[in-house]
């Protein structure tokens, strides 16, 4: 049933900094042919680590999110550079945004977001048996490093500035694992 489509024509149809907007031509196995755009990263994939201090105690960051013109409240996030690995750049972001460094790094899930015209692809980590470290990153100001409980989740995730969906859904699947550790 799912023969993946045939791919062709593939046209930058205009290109900044950070994406490439491309057109593709698609045909599907029963002869049917569309257009499709979608929006191409500059790099393939990036990590959103879930820093736990504890089995409860998770931490979080303000940062200015430019889509939606406000500080979002948000887990540690950033792309993977050229020839890191997935623990690589987790363990990066997680000195560079908040100052601590983990011991314990698992791999939870691969994720997609708007998978119809994005190709995204966001790798989600939990850090566990954090320790205190510093380096600077490409932060434009310091980021507001705040400490929330897993058990009071089903209320931190009505929180006006937590709007992300991908950090919405890795503190869920960050509560589940660490339960399961249990």
Same mark, same amino acid.
């Given at each position: ?14 290109? +900044?900094?950070? &994406?490439?907007? #491309?057109?593709?031509?698609?045909? &599907? ?6 257009? !499709? %755009? ?10 959103? @680590?879930?820093?736990?201090? $504890? ?8 940062? !200015?999110? *430019? *889509? +939606? ?16 690995? +997935? &623990? ?10 908040? *100052?601590? *460094? ?15 015209? #994005?190709?995204?692809?966001? /790798?989600? @980590? ?6 205190? $470290? /510093?380096?600077?990153? $490409? ?15 089903? #209320?931190? @995730? !009505?929180?006006? $500035?937590? +709007? %992300? ?15 399961? #550790?249990?």
């Amino acid at each position: 049933m799912h023969k993946k489509p045939k791919v062709s024509n593939i046209k930058n149809i205009a290109t +900044t900094k950070f &994406f490439n907007i #491309q057109s593709i031509d698609v045909e &599907f196995s029963n002869g049917e042919k569309r257009q !499709y %755009e979608r929006l191409k990263p500059s790099c393939e994939s990036a990590v959103l @680590v879930v820093p736990m201090l $504890d089995d409860n105690a998770v931490l979080m960051i303000y940062e !200015y999110s *430019g *889509g +939606t013109d406000k500080y979002e409240l948000t887990l540690v996030k950033g792309k993977i550079d050229e020839g890191e690995s +997935t &623990f690589e750049a987790a363990n990066r972001e997680l000195i560079e945004e908040i *100052g601590y *460094g983990a011991k314990k790094l698992s791999f939870i899930k691969t994720m997609t977001l708007a998978p119809g015209y #994005q190709s995204n692809i966001t /790798h989600i @980590v939990l850090a566990q048996d954090l320790y205190r $470290d /510093h380096a600077k990153g $490409d932060e434009p100001e310091p980021l507001e490093v705040v400490k929330h409980k897993l058990s009071d989740l089903e #209320q931190l @995730v !009505y929180n006006k $500035d937590l +709007t %992300e969906a991908r950090t919405i859904a890795a503190l869920y699947m960050a509560r589940a694992v660490i339960k399961n #550790q249990k």
